[in-house]
């Protein structure tokens, strides 16, 4: 058999890792030319690192991450909301929440494959059966085509058409800060939320801090790091210290955008993974976890079903339900939190807080963090 896989960012090249790994040549097409270290932080959370443990990557993805062992929710004056220990919950996992940068976790999955299992700089136009047609016009046959080409797939739009992404109503700056001492405490993460913004920073990797701060804006306004300053300036210590500290050329800004949920996603011999299947807004830190999730389930399914397109249903049956709810439930915490009103900012601030707050909140963790994936 014979799979290619379109699309060299998380979730593509841990599909090609895990399909390799149970002998199944695969070649990924990546239309970049070159593979390099781009992008802020990733949170990886345990359902994530069982995922990477699957690969045989764990140790490695370790070595240059950092764990993550409680997250502080506060006000942009500083006040406190609630504390969520994770502690415990990577206790039931059976595997800790890290963060790492995302070009540290594209340079392991990379550095996992043979060198001439990825081809870069190379642009493909569309598909025929489970043929890729590249725009040379060239043909790559394969007997499975996985479309993992992020959320402006050309796969997913030969199977579903176009469609233009869902606009989630702000825009976020995401910065790398390097030489960071003292400035958050050890292995903890802070979230910070109010007027129409959330700040997030953690630990990632050796001494370097990720960092997001949204902003509800309207889409395509292009923001500058001096905006973003001006969103914190006078919100509590460390968030306003933390942006102007960070070099320029260390943040970027995007719209956040998702889409809608699939009701199928593939035919024949062709499937989607990652964000070509599910694209969801970051609010619960799990895109880059879903497709790492995707990559064994699909190597699992392709290694136990027979024939190959039972084998992929299997694949899309097993994952559509779950991606389906992170996607609407990310969704609707990115209102919640994104609120710009101050009556219903102190309500939802209030609530969380509660004893019923937090066992919701824990309850939604456990979902996340304690899926059982099979083994490959």
């Not at 002998?23 to 069982?50: F, Y």
């Not at 109010?194 to 889409?219: D, E, M």
């Not at 719209?255 to 035919?267: F, N, S, V, Y």
């Not at 937090?358 to 939604?364: E, F, P, S, Y």
Request: charged content about 20%; proline content about 5%.
């Amino acid at each position: 058999m014979r799979v290619v896989v379109v699309g060299a960012g998380i979730g593509g090249l841990a599909a090609a890792v895990a399909l390799q790994k149970i002998g199944i040549e695969t070649l990924v097409i990546e239309r970049a030319s070159s593979i390099h270290e781009v992008g802020a932080g990733l949170s990886i959370w345990s359902n994530a690192l069982k995922a990477l443990r699957e690969l045989g990557l764990e140790d490695k993805v370790m070595a240059s991450a950092s764990v993550i062992d409680r997250n502080v929710v506060q006000t942009t004056k500083g006040c406190f909301i609630a504390r969520t220990e994770f502690s415990e919950l990577s206790k039931m996992a059976g595997a800790p929440c890290v963060c790492i940068h995302r070009g540290a976790l594209q340079k392991i999955l990379l550095d996992a494959l043979p060198q001439d299992s990825v081809r870069t700089g190379i642009r493909c136009t569309g598909f025929d059966g489970s043929t890729l047609i590249l725009e040379n016009d060239e043909r790559i046959e394969a007997d499975v085509l996985v479309g993992a080409d992020g959320i402006s797939s050309v796969i997913r739009e030969g199977l579903h058409g176009a469609e233009a992404p869902r606009y989630a109503g702000y825009t976020c700056w995401r910065g790398i800060r390097d030489d960071a001492p003292g400035l958050l405490p050890e292995n903890s993460a802070l979230l910070v939320m109010g007027g129409g913004s959330q700040f997030g920073v953690a630990p990632c990797g050796p001494g370097k801090l990720y960092w997001f701060l949204t902003k509800n804006a309207p889409r395509g306004t292009r923001q500058t790091k001096a905006t973003a300053i001006a969103v914190c300036r006078d919100w509590a210590a460390p968030v306003p210290e933390i942006v102007a500290g960070t070099s320029e050329n260390a943040i970027l800004q995007n719209d956040i955008i998702d889409r809608p949920p699939l009701l199928w996603w593939g035919r024949g011999a062709v499937t989607l993974l990652g964000d070509a299947a599910h694209p969801t807004t970051p609010n619960l830190g799990q895109g880059a976890c879903q497709a790492l999730e995707d990559a064994v389930v699909l190597a699992h399914c392709l290694s136990e079903t027979r024939p190959t397109e039972a084998a992929l249903r299997k694949y899309e049956g097993l994952r559509l339900p779950r991606s389906t709810e992170i996607v609407r439930n990310s969704w609707q915490t990115g209102k919640v939190i994104q609120l710009d009103s101050p009556t219903l900012e102190w309500l939802r601030d209030w609530f969380m807080g509660t004893p019923i707050g937090a066992r919701l909140g824990m309850r939604t963790l456990q979902s996340l963090l304690t899926y059982k994936l099979p083994r490959l």
